[in-house]
Each structure stands twice: as structure tokens, then as C-alpha cells.
């Protein structure tokens, strides 16, 4: 399927510059497009491409760029508008369609959940109905996968209540050399059955993965061709052990690396850590990263970090810890209360400052993504990452503080999360490009306007300055709202089994 598309594509490339050889004016007046976006200033990071230009769209790519308008019965004028890619975010637990929404709004055109994953891959997607708002696809979640080897039970519970409790054992306890052999058995079948890599918690099982089982991951990463997608073992702040043990193992293997939300693990060493991955990168590692510009994190209050000495950790007390879903600031009565009564329950610990956000932004290879958490209706808070992290990057790193310039920022946010994917899954190859054959995911913004509303208290508020974000072709966001187009998503999996 996905040789398929990338011969269609080739072939519309070759299309359509051979039609745009006859001069803007052959375009204007022959072409047949199912829309056009006008008078934009098109952003293409990958060429460098920053300039007044239109777009011809048709089945879903874009099969022209002409420096004069073109003419469609269906037309979009971008005038005072950033045509950029749609934004990829790699990491993300919103599997819901009220959480999806809100990335959409926030210029979100690919959503996926790589470092928990999901299990089983077949059933990722279900939730969102017949008509996705975005594309989406997921890793292999191996903590989904040790619960079921390991607690089985908890699934069962899980299944019943919909409710996970991170203290149980799949979270807590070493898995004997006959349960890893039965975690990689599932591992495979599930990469074989098309997941985006392997979702790795190590954090959230400090206690249980061994190294045999964490090797067993890297390994068949390896023999994959897809990378781990880690949330690192957390040390006291701005200890580097967490980082420098799966560095070791992705050098040693040979496997792809991510390492998740670096600001938020690195805490105040996040140019200690950045050093050594870039010393990784010299030495050939493949390995990449991400941040959020949030200043909490988010986990569940049953989660094995709070089982340890979590505030000498986050350097933070009691009283620096929400509980999402009602905004109540916690006291150790309380605290202590709700890891028994609501184990599933969110937490917004505030612990990350400000200035760690701009140190890791301003290395050249570091990719944006929410880590927004799960959504299922607007009726219980959670963090604001899902509602504003694209706008918050456009708006206050690039207009209010200059630390990036637009197209980095566009890069971060499409262009380097597509270059990550692509080499395992080729429907990425068209994706964070404007482009002749690229996908016509699109972004439309006002660079002057553009921001985050959503707060801590307000986290569902939709950004401002977001005029229209376009999936597959179609306008799924005009004006700033939800049309009554949007549903054109598709599920992205791995294309390891291409010819």
C-alpha cells in the first residue's frame, strides 16, 4: 500500500512540473484542482522555501506551486497567512476524539502516540470513529504488553473500569526469563502487524525492566529497523545515568533512539544531556529528541516515580503537586488519599522552569511534541499541552522572544518528526514538506496573531491566530473553528513489509 502511494506521488511530482514548465499563466488557466490556496506565505523548511506562492491541491496532494494565482471552483485566500506543513506530533496520549480535536485546532494534522504506544495495534484508532480528524498511528506499547504477560488481572480491570493503576506489577516486578520470551513473542507479532517502533516506560518500571528484558527491547529495535521511544529512568535532578544507560544500549545494539520530553527529564541538566547526545550523534548513534514548552509534568498519581523519593527528585513538595481533573492543590493528606482511592487518577506536578524549556529549543536538532494526556470528554481537567503547544512554540519562542526563527520552528514541528519516521514508515516521506507530490496537510496561520489560550486552569481553550489546517486536502479547521468537513484521518503504520 504505501509503495503504491509513494509511485502516485512520484508520478504527480513529475505531473505537475511538467506543467508548471509551461509558465504560471498555462497553470492559471488549465489545471484542474479540487482547491487552491492564494496569495500565502508558503514555508517549506526542507528547501528553504519562504516566499509568496499558491497552491494546487488534488486527491489529497499538492500537485502545484506557482508564484501567480491559480483558479479552482474552491479557492482559500491565504493573504496575511503563513502556509506552513501540518504540524507531527510524536508524542501524545490523546486517544480520544475530544483530545484530537483540540490538537487539530492547535495545527495538529498527525498525532501519535510513540513513547506508551498502544496494544494491540489492530484496536489503536477504534475510539475515533468512522472519521478521524487527524492521521494517527501508535508504537508498540511494551508496558501494555509486560501487564498482559505479567498482571493479567490488571487488564481484566482495565477492561471493566477503564482505569489503569501504574503501581501494580507489571510496573513493579522483574519478569523471569520465560515471561520476556513471551513479551518478545507479542513484541514482534505487533511490529509485524504495523507499529511505529517500541514504546519504552523505563521510568514508570524503574524496579522491573532488568537488563535482560531492556536489551530484548534494543535488540529487536534493531533487527527492526524501527527506534525505542523512551521515557528514561529519572535520577535526582539533572542526573544523567537514565540517559547514559540507554545511549550504551542503542550504541552497543545498533538501534534507533528517542528520547521523550528531554526537558522534563533533564530538569536543570538539559545541556549536560544535550551534550552528550550530540556526542552520541557524532559517534554515529542514531538517536533524537523532543521537548515540551510546559512548565509541569503530568503522570498519574499511582505511578512508580511517587513510589520513590519523588520530591527530592522534582525538587518540589506536596504543595507544587494539582490534581488535574479539579485543579486542587494537594497536601500529603490528600496526596496520600488518592494514590489509594483514585490510582488512575492525573497529577500536574509543577517542576520544570522556564529557562530549561528555552535551553533545549535552542538546540538545532530538538523536535517540539505535546505529551498531551488523555482526553475522553472536557469534563475532567488535564494538562494544557493538547490545546497549545504548537501555538505556544509560534507564538512565544518565535514572535515574542525571537529564540527561533519561524521556518526552525515549523521545522521542529513537521519537517525533523517526519524525517524521523520516514525511513521505517514511507508515508512520512511526504509528510512536513510543501512540496510538488507532498501530502496536502497544511497549516494556515497569522504570524502576528498566533498563541496559545490554554492555560492550567482553562486547558481546553482552542489558540488563537490558527485560521485553517487542511488533512489529507480536506479544510478541517476554517476560521479557527472545526468544519463540517473534518474527518479525513488515516491510520499511519510501519512499511517494513513493502517490497
Known amino acids: 500500500m504505501f509503495n503504491q502511494a509513494l509511485h502516485l506521488a512520484v508520478g504527480l511530482r513529475f505531473a505537475a512540473v511538467a506543467v508548471l514548465a509551461l509558465g504560471a499563466g498555462a497553470v492559471t488557466a488549465d489545471a484542474d484542482y479540487d482547491l487552491v490556496i492564494n496569495h500565502g506565505r508558503v514555508i517549506d523548511p526542507e528547501s528553504q522555501l519562504d516566499a509568496m506562492r499558491?497552491?494546487?491541491i488534488r486527491q489529497g496532494k499538492i500537485v502545484a506551486i506557482s508564484e501567480t494565482p491559480l483558479r479552482a471552483d474552491r479557492s482559500i485566500d491565504a493573504s496575511g497567512l503563513v502556509v506552513s506543513p501540518g504540524f507531527i506530533n510524536l508524542h501524545s496520549h490523546s486517544m480520544a476524539e475530544s483530545g484530537y480535536r483540540l490538537e487539530l485546532l492547535d495545527g495538529v494534522t498527525t498525532v501519535l502516540e510513540l513513547e506508551a504506544g498502544a496494544f494491540p495495534i489492530a484496536r489503536h484508532g477504534r475510539r475515533l470513529g468512522e472519521g478521524p480528524l487527524t492521521h494517527f498511528g501508535a508504537s508498540v506499547g511494551h508496558a501494555w504488553i509486560r501487564m498482559q504477560v505479567i498482571d493479567p488481572e490488571a487488564i481484566a480491570e482495565v477492561a471493566r473500569s477503564g482505569r489503569i493503576d501504574m503501581s501494580g506489577r507489571a510496573f513493579t516486578q522483574p519478569a523471569n526469563q520465560e515471561e520476556i520470551d513471551r513479551i518478545k513473542m507479542i513484541m514482534e507479532r505487533e511490529l509485524a502487524g504495523g507499529g511505529l517502533g517500541i514504546?519504552?516506560?523505563?521510568d514508570y518500571m524503574?524496579?522491573?525492566?532488568?537488563?535482560?528484558e531492556r536489551d530484548m527491547i534494543f535488540s529487536m529495535a534493531a533487527r527492526f529497523g524501527v527506534p525505542v521511544f523512551v521515557h528514561v529512568r529519572r535520577g535526582i535532578d539533572g542526573d544523567p545515568a537514565g540517559l547514559e544507560e540507554v545511549?550504551?544500549?542503542a550504541e552497543r545494539s545498533g538501534a534507533s533512539l528517542h528520547i521523550c520530553h528531554l526537558n522534563a527529564s533533564a530538569m536543570s541538566g538539559v545541556d549536560d544531556w544535550l551534550d552528550k547526545i550530540d556526542a552520541a550523534r557524532a559517534r554515529g548513534v542514531d538517536v533524537t529528541t523532543e521537548m515540551f514548552p510546559w512548565t509541569s509534568g503530568s503522570a498519574a498519581i499511582s505511578s512508580d516515580v511517587f513510589s520513590r523519593n519523588w520530591r527530592e527528585i522534582f525538587a518540589i513538595d506536596y504543595g507544587d503537586v494539582q490534581w488535574a481533573e479539579t485543579?486542587?492543590?494537594l497536601t500529603e493528606a490528600t496526596f496520600n488519599t488518592y494514590r489509594i482511592e483514585r490510582p488512575d487518577g492525573q497529577t500536574m506536578h509543577h517542576y520544570i522552569r522556564e529557562d530549561w524549556n528555552r535551553r533545549a529549543i535552542s538546540r538545532p536538532h530538538v523536535m517540539v511534541a505535546s505529551d498531551a494526556m488523555p482526553l475522553a470528554n472536557y469534563e475532567r481537567k488535564v494538562?494544557?499541552?493538547g490545546a497549545g503547544t504548537s501555538t505556544r512554540v509560534l507564538g512565544q519562542y518565535v514572535r515574542e522572544e525571537r529564540l527561533l526563527t519561524l521556518s526552525d520552528a515549523i521545522a521542529r514541528l513537521s519537517l525533523l518528526p517526519a524525517q524521523r519516521m520516514e525511513a521505517?514508515?514511507?508515508?512520512?516521506?511526504?509528510?512536513?514538506r510543501i512540496q510538488v507530490g507532498a501530502d496536502a496537510d497544511l497549516v494556515l496561520f497569522d504570524a502576528a496573531r498566533v498563541a496559545a489560550r490554554a492555560s492550567y486552569e482553562s486547558p481546553f481553550l482552542a489558540p488563537a491566530g490558527m485560521e485553517y489546517v487542511l488533512?489529507?486536502?480536506?479544510?478541517s479547521v476554517r476560521d479557527g473553528a472545526l468544519s463540517d468537513e473534518a474527518g479525513a484521518g488515516i491510520k499511519l503504520i510501519n512499511s517494513l513489509g513493502d517490497d
Not at 524503574?206 to 535482560?212: C, G, M, S, Y
Not at 488533512?471 to 479544510?475: F, M
Open 54 to 56: 499558491s497552491l494546487g
Open 199 to 202: 514504546g519504552l516506560l523505563l
Open 206 to 212: 524503574t524496579r522491573a525492566v532488568n537488563d535482560p
Open 247 to 249: 545511549l550504551a544500549v
Open 327 to 329: 485543579g486542587e492543590w
Open 383 to 385: 494538562v494544557p499541552n
Open 424 to 432: 521505517f514508515a514511507s508515508a512520512f516521506r511526504d509528510k512536513g
Open 471 to 475: 488533512v489529507g486536502g480536506t479544510v
